[in-house]
């Protein structure tokens, strides 16, 4: 049992200087360190390490900021250049859509007559036209997909070995 008692009390001295302790833990703990050497002991020393710790001076390179700033600026620019540009995808959209806008007419006059010769149904020929407005944004989505499909394997900065 004196074991244990032990046992709960180094581990209260740990989890206290990390987590912190509970009103009830910390007053069993106080009591314990009171009347035991040992434990009392093992907290002083916890305290001189980690006081040890907290002033301990750590040499880092002078220039450690300046290379740091330095590399994170190449790599933005190295996202920047490797973002895609679909400057010219919005502005095929754009185009399409204004073209189709102003050729809607004389498309859905296209499709009436062809089913005026064809004798087909007006259903068919509705369908047909919506389709026809689905091409553009088909031909997008396939070129989002083709370019999400090449940017998914993982980049070279973030392979092993760099």
Known sequence: MSENVHTRALQLVAKGRVEGLAQLESEWLAAHLQECEFCNEHARQTDRALRSLRTAAIPLPAD?????????????????ERQPQRRMLWLACAASWIFGIASAPYVWRVFEWFGHVT??????????????????ALFAVLVLLLEGAGQAEEPEWMKPGR
């Open 64 to 80: 450690l900021a300046g290379r740091t700033q330095f590399r994170v600026r190449l790599r933005a620019m190295e996202l920047r």
């Open 119 to 136: 004798g087909a149904p007006k259903l068919i020929l509705e369908i047909s036209f919506g389709l026809w407005w689905t091409i553009p």
